[in-house]
């Protein structure tokens, strides 16, 4: 096979967004800990992780500039390479994310603590798991499992319009809670976000492996071809 | 240490190979001084010999008989100038178009093949045998010498040198140049014509010139043709008088007059055929480089 | 105006060795398709066809039919009419050498018999004009040879040749394989502009060329024709894994 270099050139920032996916997943379990627990010093370790992953941003987004620079990729090497430029910007975002849920804790922490009607963990958990297989599906090339991912996105979704509602009545009804539910809301609404970016990465996926581009639709099948649009 | 060795073995093998390189070219040099002075040194015996004898008469005067003094071998270069250009007439029109049959259209062929043997066979004939041909061919059933017979003989000895170098010269044409022409939707003979032969005509030239410097200094063909003549001669019928021709009779002549009269004529051969074939060069390059129309 | 080409079954052989096997595509009118493959494919064997100069090779042979606008230039016309309506460019520029730069562009013309001294001087310039060369050589016409040019003049030069007979369907075999980067973007521009005039089809090796200038490309593999789509869905996201290989450089 020929273009050896070029091909471990691409394995490496394959590895090297892996790399960075770890670090995302863990930051947001951290967050979901430091919001279990309460425990501030975990949210300390969110915030070291989240400028790790920015400088790995950096990284990742020189070496795939080199790459189309350099070897001028074709077909599915240009694919591969479109996709993980995205793939590390929605990683980034989710770093932020779980950011964001771990500075609501350390506000928490100056408040009385209150019961709020929302499934915080549930909502962590299915957001969790989106991602977890959104990244399976970027190592395997697997736009199956993508396809699932993006079918997970409504459940989030509605958990979140959900919360939305009942915190809207606690704050209405019981305005004293009204900075916890605030709070709450804001938690449900970062985990939506993370839930989207996982979306976003399996578009992206079976962008690369399909050569379509089916952002903005549910699934394959309903993406019309761009071409036999013009 | 070991560096220092090194380097003394890199600076012999240096010296060694520098004077390898000057061996060689002194021996170049050498060979090229042998190829040239036998020529040299024949132009300049030539000149020693027979410029004294040269005067304006022996351009414009026929030669006078045994005895008297004067005279000179103008019907002679006439005649040589006549009997070369019926011989180019023939020889080079057939040569190039033989030449340009086996370059351009038999290629492979069996019929190429073989005129190509001809006329490499032709080619080694003596030129005493041509002569005895052309006589059996044309002065017998004529029954008389005739510069028509001449000519024909020189023509038929051209034929194979220029037939040969047209060939290479149009063989060194890059294919390049005849697929261009053909792209343009030029018929095939048009292309030759037009294109591939005039690519090649400066080589073509030279091949004619060859010819003739050769033919040009041939005395034996002509002993039983041309034949010779003390006068004045234009008629294709009648004998003619050539240079060389001329030359050979008063070379073997018992007379000294006459002796030095060859060695005039023999230097006034070989300046003619110079200027000849320069003057040729000179008004075909410019030609050829201005692209004529 | 450029005409489309139609080829159906078309198979062609050098001697015993079968260059070219069922080719069957569609070439539209006023367009610029690109034929990639690797040595040896058969693309410039292909090409060859189009204007009847793979016969010229006397063990060569064809089957199957090219119409090019309608008229099928195997069976109902002499190879010598349909080589002044699809012109050629080749890989090496071959300029006559004996030529002036005037003599080499009317060289169509002229060797055809056409005399008109003062439609010659409008076609010459007109062509020049169109292959980007008159601004350079307008001054030298008559005086300098055509193979005094730079290399990418000279090909320009080819092109002003070809364009001067009034083509319909200009072919180009690796036109700018030989050239600097320079003179290939001069090169790639001008077949820009060409394409509105006529259907150009173009043999390259560089596949980053194919996309710059072409709508259409084809890829051809061991004499068959693989794919042939828009440039924009072979680049991007070829249907045959065998085309992606080839422009991944995976080949081998």
């Known amino acids: ?230 | 240490m070991g560096d220092e060795r090194l380097k003394n073995e890199h600076e012999l093998r240096s010296r060694i190979r520098t004077l390898t390189d000057g061996v060689a070219t002194a021996l170049a040099v050498l060979s090229t001084i042998l190829v040239v002075a036998p020529l040299v040194a024949i132009f300049v015996y030539l000149i020693y010999k027979g410029a004294s004898s040269l005067s304006w008469d022996f351009f414009i005067k026929v030669p006078k008989p045994v005895g008297e003094a004067g005279g000179g071998m103008a019907n002679a270069i006439a005649g040589s100038a006549l009997l070369l250009g019926l011989g180019s007439l023939i020889g080079i029109p057939v040569g190039i178009a033989g030449g340009v049959y086996l370059a351009e259209f038999g290629r492979g062929t069996r019929l190429a093949n073989a005129v190509r043997f001809t006329a490499d066979v032709l080619n080694g004939v003596p030129s005493i045998v041509m002569g005895i041909a052309v006589y059996s061919l044309i002065v017998i059933p004529q029954r008389h010498f005739s510069a028509l017979s001449g000519g024909v003989a020189l023509g038929i000895m051209m034929i194979p040198t220029v037939c040969r170098t047209t060939e290479e010269m149009l063989l060194m044409v890059p294919n390049a140049v005849r697929e261009a022409a053909l792209a343009l939707g030029v018929p095939n003979w048009r292309s030759v014509l037009a294109i591939t032969v005039r690519t090649a005509s400066a080589g073509i030239i030279t091949g004619c010139m060859l010819a003739f410097a050769r033919v040009a200094g041939e005395t034996a063909p002509l002993i039983f043709t041309a034949f010779g003549n003390v006068d004045w001669s234009a008629k294709l019928s009648e004998p003619i008088a050539a240079l060389p021709l001329q030359i050979y009779v008063y070379a073997i002549s018992p007379y000294d007059e006459w002796h030095r009269l060859a060695w005039a004529g023999a230097l006034v051969l070989i300046v003619l055929i110079m200027l000849a074939v320069s003057l040729v060069r000179y008004v075909t390059s410019r030609g050829v480089m201005k692209g004529a129309n | 105006m450029g005409v489309g080409i139609e080829v159906t079954n078309l198979n062609a052989w050098y001697g015993a060795n079968h260059t070219l096997q069922d080719i069957n595509l569609n070439i539209p009118a006023n367009h610029a398709t690109a034929l990639i493959g690797p040595s040896g494919c058969g693309k410039s064997t292909f090409v060859r066809c189009l204007n009847r100069m793979h016969e010229t090779n006397p063990i060569a042979r064809v089957t199957g039919s090219v119409l090019i606008g309608g008229l099928d230039i195997y069976a109902d016309a002499k190879p010598v009419e349909i080589r002044r309506r699809v012109g050629m460019v080749f890989q090496r520029p071959n300029p006559f050498p004996t030529m002036s730069i005037y003599d080499n562009v009317a060289a169509g013309l002229k060797l055809n018999g056409f005399r008109n001294r003062r439609v010659l001087d409008e076609i010459v310039e007109r062509s020049l004009k169109n292959s980007a060369l008159w601004d350079e050589v307008k001054d030298d016409l008559k005086k300098k040879s055509g193979a005094s040019l730079s290399g990418g003049q000279q090909q320009r030069l080819c092109i002003a040749r070809a364009l001067a007979v009034d083509p319909e369907v200009l072919l180009m075999d690796e036109p700018a394989s030989a050239l600097d980067p320079v003179s290939t973007s001069k090169i790639e521009d001008l077949i820009f502009q060409l394409k509105s005039q006529y259907t150009i089809v173009i043999v390259t090796h560089n596949m980053q060329q194919a996309a710059r200038v072409a709508e259409k490309t084809g890829f051809f593999l061991n004499g068959r024709m693989i794919e042939f789509d828009s440039t924009q869905k072979i680049f991007t996201n070829p249907s045959d894994k065998r085309t992606e290989d080839y422009i991944t450089g995976r080949f081998g």
């Open chain 1, 1 to 230: 096979m020929t273009r050896i270099r070029f091909q471990q050139s691409l394995d490496e920032l394959k590895d090297q967004l892996l790399v960075m996916a770890g670090m995302a997943e863990q930051a947001i379990q951290r967050a979901v800990e430091a919001y279990r627990t309460r425990d501030l010093s975990i949210c300390d370790l969110v915030s070291k992780g989240e400028e790790e992953i920015n400088r790995m941003q950096r990284e990742n987004d020189q070496t795939a500039t080199d790459l189309l620079a350099m070897e001028q990729p074709m077909a599915v090497d240009l694919r591969f390479i479109l996709s993980a430029i995205k793939i590390n910007a929605d990683l980034e975002r989710v770093g932020d994310s779980a950011k964001n849920i771990s500075d609501r804790v350390r506000t928490m922490e100056q408040m009385s603590a209150a019961e709020m009607p929302v499934d915080i963990p549930r909502m962590a958990s299915l957001a969790t798991e989106m991602v977890r297989k959104s990244l399976k599906s970027f190592i395997d090339a697997d736009a199956e499992l993508s396809c699932a991912v993006l079918a997970m996105d409504d459940a989030v979704d509605s958990m979140n319009r959900a919360a939305y509602k009942s915190l809207t009545t606690v704050m209405a009804e019981q305005s004293s809670l009204a900075p916890q539910a605030l709070n709450a809301l804001m938690i449900a609404r970062a985990l939506e976000r993370i839930a989207d970016h996982a979306t976003s990465i399996a578009e992206d996926v079976i962008f690369w492996v399909q050569g379509a581009d089916v952002r903005h639709y549910k699934s394959l099948k309903i993406a019309p071809d761009p071409h036999e649009l013009g």
